[in-house]
């Protein structure tokens, strides 16, 4: 008998098949929310639910499984471990990095204006703006080139990576889930995100600044 047949002989003796049912269920009401909404946060919510809800049948998958443990399952475990250490450890060893090489200061007015826990001022004068779990990091070269409303909308940009990223993991989750959801998508739902904030303009005139910035270098 392979994997599959098993799988399917073992959950359908389980008595733990309506949980998984119904978890599969969400998963699928979750995935097509994502898929469908408009609204960009609504979007990230429904993503989140379907990576949590995949999570969860994981281990009930494991636990309902009646005969001997499925090779791949066991796989999946080890593949599981290792990632979750990867994700936890790598945004720490980066923001080692960039004390060493640039150094930082933490600037309470910037998270004032943005209600963001952390935002620190990196010292370079290149125009960079990023998001580290929670945390941004923007340049002083950054904030010499943007007038205070640029400055908003592309703070309230990676306002959005850091809702994204609201815990490591949850942000992260599709690499235990495989759900995929491209780069390009999520720089999409910032924008939209940050037009909603301040206005599609200033967003527009902060990124035609560091693009014109890097062509004249
Ligand atoms: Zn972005």
Same mark, same amino acid.
């Given at each position: 008998?392979?994997?599959?047949?098993?799988?399917?002989?073992?959950?359908?003796?389980?008595?733990?098949?309506?949980?998984?049912?119904?978890?599969?269920?969400?998963?699928?009401?979750?995935?097509?929310?994502?898929? !469908?909404?408009?609204?960009? %946060?609504?979007? /990230?919510?429904?993503?989140?639910?379907?990576?949590? *809800? &995949?999570?969860?049948?994981?281990?009930?998958?494991?636990?309902?499984?009646?005969?001997?443990?499925?090779?791949?399952?066991?796989?999946?475990?080890?593949?599981?471990?290792?990632?979750?250490?990867?994700?936890?450890?790598?945004?720490?060893?980066?923001?080692?990095?960039?004390?060493?090489?640039?150094?930082?200061?933490?600037?309470?007015?910037?998270?004032?204006?943005?209600?963001?826990?952390?935002?620190?001022?990196?010292?370079?004068?290149?125009?960079?703006?990023?998001?580290?779990?929670?945390?941004?990091? !923007?340049?002083?070269?950054? %904030?010499?080139? /943007?007038?205070?409303?640029?400055?908003?909308?592309? *703070? &309230?940009?990676?306002?959005?990576?850091?809702?994204?990223?609201?815990?490591?993991?949850?942000?992260?989750?599709?690499?235990?889930?495989?759900?995929?959801?491209?780069?390009?998508?999520?720089?999409?739902?910032?924008?939209?995100?940050?037009?909603?904030?301040?206005?599609?303009?200033?967003?527009?005139?902060?990124?035609?600044?560091?693009?014109?910035?890097?062509?004249?270098?």
């Amino acid at each position: 008998m392979n994997s599959i047949e098993c799988t399917i002989i073992c959950l359908k003796t389980s008595p733990l098949f309506i949980p998984t049912v119904l978890v599969s269920m969400g998963f699928l009401i979750s995935v097509i929310g994502y898929l !469908i909404t408009k609204n960009s %946060l609504i979007g /990230l919510r429904f993503y989140w639910f379907a990576n949590i *809800l &995949a999570l969860i049948n994981a281990p009930i998958l494991f636990f309902s499984m009646s005969c001997d443990m499925l090779w791949f399952m066991k796989v999946y475990f080890i593949y599981a471990l290792v990632a979750i250490s990867v994700l936890l450890l790598s945004p720490m060893i980066y923001k080692f990095y960039l004390g060493r090489v640039y150094g930082y200061e933490e600037d309470e007015e910037l998270e004032r204006l943005v209600d963001v826990e952390k935002v620190y001022v990196l010292n370079s004068a290149l125009p960079k703006v990023f998001t580290l779990g929670r945390e941004i990091f !923007i340049s002083t070269g950054m %904030l010499d080139l /943007l007038d205070n409303k640029e400055l908003k909308a592309v *703070l &309230a940009h990676e306002k959005f990576h850091v809702i994204q990223n609201a815990t490591p993991l949850v942000g992260r989750l599709k690499i235990l889930t495989f759900l995929p959801i491209s780069s390009e998508k999520l720089e999409n739902m910032a924008d939209d995100y940050a037009a909603r904030v301040v206005g599609k303009e200033p967003l527009k005139m902060a990124k035609r600044k560091i693009t014109e910035f890097y062509m004249s270098e």
